[in-house]
């Protein structure tokens, strides 16, 4: 399996860092460029504890529809769960 580990080194306080983690508008301005937006569930502000967003983008040359599910909500190790196929395999998580 691959792994891909992103590393980013920021000058903020982890509260900060959290909130613009848990933005649903924030996320949808850095993806502009594969038209991904959020279609259900938490569509805008911050998601929270098991709350879901369902996404739709172009990646890979796809159109592609995935669901995140936010099972832990803690500013020290936020995961979010991808459930849906095609990137159920996925394991995002943001260390603070």
Do not use: K
Request: aromatic share 10%.
């Amino acid at each position: 399996m691959t792994r891909i580990v992103l590393l980013t080194s920021i000058a903020s306080p982890i509260e900060r860092c959290f909130d613009l983690a848990r933005s649903i508008d924030l996320h949808m301005a850095s993806t502009n460029w594969s038209g991904e937006r959020a279609i259900a569930g938490v569509t805008t502000g911050l998601i929270g504890a098991w709350q879901e967003v369902t996404w739709r983008g172009r990646h890979f040359g796809f159109t592609l529809t995935h669901t995140s599910r936010i099972t832990a909500y803690e500013p020290e190790v936020f995961p979010g769960l991808h459930g849906a196929r095609p990137l159920s395999a996925l394991l995002p998580r943001s260390l603070f």
